[in-house]
């Protein structure tokens, strides 16, 4: 069953869409194909970070969250980066 599509419009400054040609050109794509892979992709970044924050905020509002004091963090990080690499 083929996809339904609609047709979208939108402004862009010409040295980024000379790059998105560029970029469908190396993988042998057209822009059309580049365009929708990106969004795509976006979406679901979009979509997985929004489920991340909602978790996080839902565990917070049930009380059940551990916070890490920011200057105990600091300690670790700069202990970890005066050890020596092995």
């Known amino acids: 069953m083929p996809r339904v599509t609609e047709n979208l419009s ?4 010409s040295g980024k869409l000379q790059k ?3 970029i469908a050109t190396s993988l042998d794509r057209s822009r059309n194909w580049l ?3 990106m969004v795509e992709e976006y979406l679901e970044v979009y979509e997985w970070q929004a489920q991340q924050i909602r978790e996080r905020l839902e565990l917070d509002l049930s ?3 551990e916070y ?3 200057e105990a963090v600091m300690v670790e990080i700069e202990a970890m980066l005066d050890m020596p690499r092995q």
């Not at 939108?10 to 400054?13: D, Q, S």
């Open 10 to 13: 939108f402004r862009l400054p």
């Open 35 to 37: 365009l929708n892979t």
């Open 63 to 65: 009380g059940q969250a």
């Open 20 to 22: 998105l040609d560029e």
């Open 68 to 70: 890490i004091d920011h």
